[in-house]
Structures are given as C-alpha cells and as structure tokens.
C-alpha cells in the first residue's frame, strides 16, 4: 500500500463509524470490509465523514454498495458532516439525492 494513502475505520458506538483519511481505489476494499458487516446487520449506520480528507470515484462507488448492502437488510446508511471537497463531489454526482446527509 502506498503511505500516502490510508484510511482509518473506526466504530465509535451506537451504529456511528468515523471514516478518516483517503478514500480511493486502494483504501475502498478496506471500508467495505470494516463497515459491511455493520451494514448487513440492517438499522441505522452513520459514516462519520468529517476527517475523510478526499473521495474518488471508486470510494463514490464503494458508498454506493455499502448503501445498497444495508437497503437490502432492512436498514438506512446516513453520511455525516462530509467536509466540503466530499461534500461538493457528492453534489456534482447526484448523490446527495441518494443518501441522507447531516450535519
């Protein structure tokens, strides 16, 4: 793995889990791991996303799977306080319309 690249995935409780570092195509694999099984338990889980420093499209890609992956179990994935380089790719992609986004 490059250093340059690293991505931390940490659950902090009550289904929220803290995203920090570089989301790219050599982190994806890694959140979908950490935070599948969260998303395939069903309920509410919260990507906290305030120190996720940068998304490409295959980090874009691997939020959509772990959306689909917790839709298909009954539940809801919720991206919280993206900063605004994340926020914007999100926007321009049309994909605030797909998840729901707090503060």
């Excluded at 929220?16 to 935070?35: F, M, N, P, W, Y």
């Excluded at 490409?56 to 179990?73: I, M, N, P, Q, Y």
């Amino acid at each position: 793995m490059d250093p340059g690249t690293q991505l931390t995935v940490q659950p902090v409780g009550d289904g929220v889990v803290k995203i920090s570092g570089e989301l790219d195509i050599r982190t994806c694999d890694q959140l979908e791991h950490d935070a599948g099984d969260l998303a395939d338990r069903g309920g509410r889980l919260v990507l906290d996303l305030s120190e996720l420093t940068f998304c490409d499209s295959t980090g874009l890609a691997g939020l959509v799977r772990l959306h689909k992956r917790a839709e298909a179990a009954g539940g809801t994935l919720v991206l919280r306080a993206p900063v605004p380089r994340v926020h914007h790719l999100l926007s321009l992609t049309g994909l605030t319309r797909l998840f729901p986004i707090e503060p």
